[in-house]
């Protein structure tokens, strides 16, 4: 059992930078690949970015690549998301998760934070 919580949210010109983090609490994190969704009462959870337990390599949403990077620190049993020249649709509740397949569908995620919300301003 993973207990997942977020933090790092808060309101922001566009054009600016916010950093999100992601504490997981129990054991064998390492077990586990990491990633990051948002959501919008207009929309469905989507898929942000990814990072695989045993490669590390990374993957992200088009919308996303080149402006967002997610990381992860297994001794620290938290990873991060460094969100770069935000937009205003870039305004969502995001969320971390975690899931033993790699995978960007939201349904096979089995653990999931409450989320932390970020508004971007234009």
């Known amino acids: 059992q993973l207990q997942l919580r977020e933090s790092g949210g808060g309101l922001m010109q566009a054009g600016g930078s916010l950093r999100l983090s992601c504490v997981a609490t129990?054991?064998?994190?390492?077990?586990?690949?990491v990633a990051w969704f948002r959501q919008t009462p207009e929309k469905e959870r989507e898929f942000v970015a990814r990072?695989?337990?045993?490669?590390?390599?990374?993957d992200y949403a088009d919308s996303v690549r080149g402006r967002f990077t997610v990381s992860r620190e297994n001794l620290k049993n938290s990873w991060y998301l460094e969100m770069n020249d935000l937009k205003p649709d870039d305004t969502a509740l995001y969320y971390c998760?975690?899931?033993?397949?790699?995978?960007?569908?939201?349904?096979?995620?089995?653990?999931w934070g409450r989320g932390t919300q970020v508004t971007v301003s234009s």
């Open positions: 129990g054991r064998g994190i390492t077990a586990y690949n």
């Open positions: 990072v695989a337990t045993i490669t590390g390599n990374k």
């Open positions: 998760a975690a899931a033993t397949a790699l995978t960007k569908e939201a349904a096979r995620y089995m653990y």
